[in-house]
C-alpha cells in the first residue's frame, strides 16, 4: 500500500457485524497446580523471559525425568524458594508474581522419541505467511517455557535454573526478553506504536482458549501458544500522521476507542460510512481484519510484550535520508488458543496478505507450542503423553 487514497479505496467486502464480543480481562487464580498451567488467563505481568529449547536427549527416559525435575522446579520457583544447586539471583526477591508456562514444539514428535502417533492433530507446522521474514535464530524450538514476573530478573532467573535443570536433554535455541509498562489496574497498556494494546481480547476462555475433549488428555485444560516476533519500523511509524497511524489501526490512539466511538470498550462500528461512502473504520484497518465480527467470531487471547533489543546504525554507504538509527524492537506477540489452525492461522493469513499494519512491520520470529493441561498433585507435566508410550 504506498498511501491514505490506496488505503481508503482498498476493495473487500465489508462484513456485517454480528454478535459483539465483550471485552474480558483475563482473572485468574494461578497456582501451579490445577486444571490449567499458569501464565496463560493470569493477568498480565509487566515483564516475561521466553526461551525456546531443543531437545538432544537421545531417549525418551531423559525427556521424562526433565519434565519431572521441570515440574518441580517450576512449584518452587512460583513459590519463590530456590531450586536446586540455584544460582541465586532472584535470593530476596520473592516470587514477584512468576508464571512458568511450558509448550511441547512438534520435534517432540518427530522419529527420536517414539511420539509421532501422539502428536496432537492440533500442533500443526505453521504455514509460511505473506511477508515472512523468519530469522532460523529466532525461530522453532522442541519445548518453550514462558516465565512472566513483575521482576526481570525473576523471569530470567527462572528461565536460567530450568535450562541449567535441562543440562544433556535440552539446549537452548533462542530467548527473547518483553516488558509492558506498568499501568494503572484496568488502564490497558500501550504498545510501542502508542496504542492501547489489549482492549478486546479472547472473550469466552472455554471457547477461544482451553483445550476440550477434542484433544488428547493430557491437552485438555490446555492450550496452543503461538509466538511471533514482529519488528516494527519505529522510524517509519514516527514519520506517520497520527490520523494515518489512526486508520491503520481502526482506533483512536489517545483514548483507544474505535474510530466514529467515543470511548475505549465502546463497539467498533463496521458498518458506518462517510456521506462519500468510505468506510468508518477502513476496510484494511487492523481493528477489522482482526475483529470476531469479521472472522466467524474466531478469537484468540492475546498476551504478548513489547521488546527492545538495542538500535543498529545504518551504514555511511547509505543515502543520507536513510542514515541514523534503526531500532531492534517491536512487539512478541504470544497468542493463546483452542486450536491454531481456527485460531492464529485463521486470523492471520488474511491479515498478513492486507492488514494496513504490515507497512510498518515485518515478522522475524515464529513459534507454536502446545502447553498442556495444569499439574495434578504428584505428577509431572504432560504426564499422560509418557503413559504407556
Ligand atoms: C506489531 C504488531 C501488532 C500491533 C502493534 C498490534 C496492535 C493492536 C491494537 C492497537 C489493537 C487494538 C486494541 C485491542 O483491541 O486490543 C489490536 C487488536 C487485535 N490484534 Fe493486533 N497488533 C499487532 C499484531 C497482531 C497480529 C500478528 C495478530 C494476529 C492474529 C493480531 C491480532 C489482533 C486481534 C485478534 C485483535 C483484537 C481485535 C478485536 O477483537 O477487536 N495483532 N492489535
Known amino acids: 500500500l504506498s498511501g491514505r487514497r490506496a488505503f481508503l479505496a482498498?476493495?473487500?467486502?465489508?462484513?456485517?457485524?454480528?454478535?459483539?464480543?465483550?471485552?474480558?480481562?483475563a482473572s485468574q487464580a494461578d497456582p501451579s497446580f490445577g486444571e490449567h498451567q499458569g501464565g496463560i488467563a493470569t493477568p498480565q505481568q509487566t515483564q516475561t523471559?521466553?526461551?525456546?529449547?531443543?531437545?538432544?536427549?537421545?531417549?525418551?527416559?531423559?525427556?521424562?525425568?526433565?519434565?519431572?525435575?521441570?515440574?518441580?522446579?517450576?512449584?518452587?520457583?512460583?513459590?519463590?524458594?530456590e531450586t536446586p544447586a540455584d544460582s541465586g539471583e532472584a535470593m530476596g526477591l520473592g516470587a514477584a508474581g512468576l508464571t512458568v508456562t511450558f509448550g511441547l514444539g512438534a520435534g517432540l514428535f518427530d522419529n527420536r522419541y517414539g511420539l509421532a502417533a501422539r502428536r496432537p492433530e492440533a500442533l500443526v507446522d505453521l504455514p509460511a505467511f505473506n511477508g515472512d521474514q523468519l530469522v532460523p535464530e529466532r525461530s522453532g524450538g522442541d519445548l518453550s517455557i514462558q516465565a512472566c514476573a513483575n521482576d526481570p530478573q525473576v523471569a530470567?532467573?527462572?528461565?536460567?535454573?530450568?535450562?541449567?535443570?535441562a543440562d544433556g536433554v535440552?539446549?537452548?535455541?533462542?530467548?527473547?526478553?518483553?516488558?509492558?509498562?506498568?499501568?494503572?489496574?484496568?488502564?490497558?497498556?500501550?504498545?510501542?506504536?502508542?496504542?492501547k494494546d489489549g482492549t478486546r481480547n479472547a472473550g469466552d476462555l472455554a471457547r477461544s482458549v482451553w483445550v476440550g475433549d477434542e484433544g488428547p488428555a493430557w491437552m485438555r485444560g490446555g492450550s496452543y501458544v503461538?509466538?511471533?516476533?514482529?519488528?516494527?519500523?519505529l522510524e517509519h511509524w514516527d514519520?506517520?500522521?497520527?490520523?494515518?497511524?489512526?486508520?491503520?489501526?481502526?482506533?483512536?490512539?489517545?483514548?483507544?476507542?474505535?474510530?466514529?466511538?467515543?470511548?475505549?470498550?465502546?463497539?467498533?462500528?463496521?458498518?458506518?460510512?462517510d456521506q462519500d461512502g468510505n468506510p468508518t473504520i477502513?476496510?484494511?484497518?487492523?481493528?477489522?481484519?482482526?475483529?470476531?465480527?469479521?472472522?466467524?467470531?474466531?478469537?484468540?487471547?492475546?498476551?504478548?510484550?513489547?521488546?527492545?533489543?538495542?538500535?543498529?546504525?545504518?551504514?555511511?554507504?547509505?543515502?543520507?535520508?536513510r542514515q541514523g538509527v534503526e531500532y531492534d524492537a517491536g512487539l512478541l506477540f504470544i497468542a493463546y488458543q483452542r486450536d491454531p489452525r481456527t485460531g492464529f492461522i485463521r486470523l492471520f493469513e488474511n491479515m498478513a496478505k492486507i492488514d494496513a499494519l504490515n507497512q510498518y512491520t515485518t515478522h522475524v520470529g515464529s513459534g507454536l507450542f502446545a502447553c498442556p493441561g495444569g499439574v495434578g498433585e504428584g505428577q509431572f507435566l504432560a504426564q499422560g503423553l509418557f503413559d504407556a508410550a
Open 239 to 273: 514519520k506517520t500522521d497520527v490520523d494515518f497511524q489512526e486508520e491503520v489501526m481502526g482506533r483512536r490512539k489517545s483514548s483507544g476507542a474505535p474510530i466514529g466511538r467515543e470511548r475505549e470498550r465502546d463497539a467498533p462500528d463496521f458498518e458506518g460510512a
Open 49 to 81: 523471559y521466553f526461551a525456546a529449547l531443543d531437545l538432544i536427549a537421545k531417549k525418551p527416559g531423559d525427556v521424562v525425568r526433565m519434565l519431572r525435575a521441570w515440574t518441580d522446579a517450576a512449584a518452587r520457583l512460583t513459590r519463590g524458594q
Open 156 to 165: 530470567f532467573h527462572a528461565v536460567r535454573q530450568l535450562a541449567r535443570l
Open 282 to 321: 477502513a476496510e484494511n484497518a487492523h481493528l477489522r481484519l482482526a475483529a470476531p465480527e469479521t472472522n466467524h467470531g474466531t478469537q484468540i487471547l492475546r498476551r504478548g510484550y513489547s521488546y527492545n533489543d538495542g538500535a543498529n546504525f545504518t551504514a555511511e554507504r547509505w543515502p543520507p535520508w
Open 10 to 25: 482498498s476493495a473487500g467486502a465489508l462484513v456485517a457485524a454480528t454478535g459483539l464480543a465483550r471485552a474480558v480481562r
Open 170 to 195: 535440552a539446549r537452548v535455541r533462542w530467548t527473547q526478553t518483553g516488558f509492558l509498562p506498568a499501568t494503572a489496574p484496568g488502564e490497558t497498556p500501550r504498545n510501542l506504536m502508542g496504542f
Open 226 to 233: 503461538v509466538v511471533r516476533q514482529v519488528r516494527m519500523a
